[in-house]
């Protein structure tokens, strides 16, 4: 690597943050993997047929809970305000049946619950008026129909149509919302409170309820919701965020979304990179890892077999699945050494959704689970990002993000043998570096500093705003030596960094992988903390 070539920013968000978006394929597996662990950790189920998980939202993102539901075997029920996102996603055949009938969305589910069938039911109604229901059931005749609940309405923006409230229509709320934003901002609040409490009513039987990453506890806390735990701070819900309960301990084991891009653009290609990617895997368990590892490696096993044959693919010839660092190394040397082979018959992008053990700070998210202050901090994203442009990525990013921000690349040139041919074989938007300006936020507007093109080329690189802060990177794989060993430090760093920070802020698992890391790879080595009882830290200051 010599200097760094260009800066570009674009608009941010997680899973295209470092230009790598490889369409809805990302958050369908996130969203099997949450509720199958959650079946696991609420439910003590692997199996998950016949059991009940309802939540909102067919839009971007959330409208991959239909799929998931589906995908992982049980009743998914989502309830969806706008009819349009709703059809969508029914004539894509991510939701099997849709109804706006109250009675019939109950009497369905009551019917795939005696039978086990597997469903996915679209409710086009507001999510306030079914989780009323539900309690208005369980009222009346003693009966719990749901297991498994969460919300992804747009609550990062709350205000602005990412939530609807539940006393107005869907095309009365677009109109109040631009006619009086202030009655509009009330009713939204009133309605977040009526959402809490059906759900705070339903959580004192045996259901189970997790914030999925959209600011809802947040947002309802705001609205003066009882959503508060009792005895902790402001900053803990009564109800987990998926990242601290559901996939904590995932993080912790440096698993999270690695992912590639073929960029022949063949869906041959992809083909064989995932059996090459299950092979990886299946040797990699053969060899014998803990109980906790063999269960993530097969439940991505199961999700390849089941991506290929679900298709996925959108865009891009691309997959995603999750891994730790010593599978995401390996995936990658397989890789590199199918290109030299000419097995793949172009080169190979690696990437990684931010939404993992290491590339984001975003304390209400991935780091809700790191206890000890620095879940405040950008450290892990901004480690990250330099630490993996130092050891050879392609491009690296540092953005904020989960919906909201600008973001800003700088892309790396590369003077080893063999990158030329990389660089030609990749695809016009993994190469260009546009300035998308009409998606640059007002930050930039008044902040006219920040436009790389008016820093004259300058290597002054801004600090980003925001509360969540996201480090990315790309790394090619073009079949030779340099890209291999490249691979090997870049992951390396990529994932261990974030399973240090966990391992420093006290979490066990952390811990014990990070000492794993360190035996079976001598060029990791990670400062481990000295645990000290709170007596003795007392003791020693009265001395
Ligand atoms: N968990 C994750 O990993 C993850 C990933 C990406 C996004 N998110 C977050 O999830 C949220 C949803 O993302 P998206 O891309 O699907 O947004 P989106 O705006 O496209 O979809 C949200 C949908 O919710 C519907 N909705 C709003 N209020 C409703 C109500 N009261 N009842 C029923 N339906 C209602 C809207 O009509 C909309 O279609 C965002 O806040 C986003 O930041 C989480």
Request: charged share 20%.
């Amino acid at each position: 690597m010599d200097v760094p070539a260009t800066f570009t920013h674009v608009y941010g968000q997680m899973t295209a943050g470092s230009y790598c978006y490889i369409g809805p394929q990302g958050i369908v597996h996130g969203t099997v993997l949450t509720v199958l662990n959650a079946g696991r950790r609420y439910l003590g189920l692997q199996d998950l047929a016949g059991k009940v998980f309802v939540t909102s939202g067919l839009g971007g993102m959330s409208g991959a809970q239909a799929k998931a539901a589906v995908i992982v075997g049980c009743i998914g029920v989502i309830a969806e305000v706008d009819g349009a996102a709703l059809m969508k996603r029914h004539r894509q055949g991510w939701l099997m049946e849709v109804t706006d009938s109250l009675d019939h969305c109950i009497e369905r589910l009551r019917e795939a619950r005696k039978t086990k069938e597997v469903l996915s039911l679209g409710y086009h109604g507001n999510v306030v008026d079914l989780w009323e229901r539900l309690v208005h059931e369980l009222d009346t005749t003693g009966e719990l129909l749901v297991d498994l609940g969460s919300d992804q309405t747009s609550c990062h923006s709350p205000f602005n149509g990412g939530y609807y409230p539940v006393q107005l229509s869907f095309a009365e709320a677009r109109s109040l919302m631009a006619s009086d934003p202030t009655a509009f901002k009330g009713l939204v609040q009133e309605s977040l409170r009526r959402h809490v409490s059906a759900i705070n009513r339903l959580a004192r039987e045996h259901f189970f309820f997790w914030d999925y990453g959209n600011a809802f506890l947040l947002e309802a806390q705001r609205a003066g919701a009882d959503v508060g735990k009792p005895g902790a701070n402001r900053t803990e819900f009564r109800y987990p965020s998926y990242v601290q309960h559901i996939m904590g301990d995932i993080f912790s084991q440096g698993f999270g979304p690695f992912r590639w891009v073929c960029t022949s653009g063949d869906p041959q290609d992809l083909v064989v990179t995932d059996r090459l990617a299950m092979s990886v895997l299946e040797e990699i368990v053969a060899g014998g890892v803990t109980p906790a590892v063999k269960l993530q490696y097969e439940d991505n096993i199961r999700w390849i077999r089941e991506a290929a044959k679900h298709q996925l693919v959108v865009g891009s010839q691309a997959r995603i699945l999750y891994s730790d660092q010593k599978g995401r190394v390996a995936i990658a040397m397989a890789f590199n050494q199918a290109i030299a082979r000419g097995e793949l018959k172009a080169p190979v992008v690696l990437s990684r959704d931010h939404h993992d053990v290491s590339g984001t700070d975003s304390p209400f998210r991935e780091t809700s689970n790191i206890y000890d202050g620095s879940a405040f901090c950008a450290d892990m994203a901004v480690q990250n990002f330099v630490g993996d442009a130092f050891r050879g990525a392609t491009w690296v990013a540092l953005h904020n993000g989960g919906g909201v921000g600008w973001l800003l690349t700088v892309k790396t040139r590369h003077r080893s043998r063999g990158s030329s041919r990389a660089h030609a074989g990749l695809p016009g938007h993994l190469t260009s570096a546009p300035l998308i300006s009409s998606m640059v936020p007002p930050q930039r507007q008044m902040h006219p500093e920040l436009d790389p093109a008016d820093a004259g080329g300058s290597a002054t690189v801004p600090a980003p705003e925001g509360e969540v802060i996201n480090g990315g990177f790309g790394l090619v794989l073009d079949g030779t030596e340099d890209a291999e060993r490249k691979a090997r430090r870049v992951l390396s760093w990529d994932v261990a960094n974030g399973v240090a920070r966990r391992c420093w802020s006290g979490s066990p698992m952390a811990y014990e992988v990070i000492c794993q890391t360190m035996r079976e790879d001598s060029s990791v080595a990670v400062t481990l903390p000295h645990t000290v009882a709170d007596e003795c830290v007392l003791q020693a200051l009265q001395q």
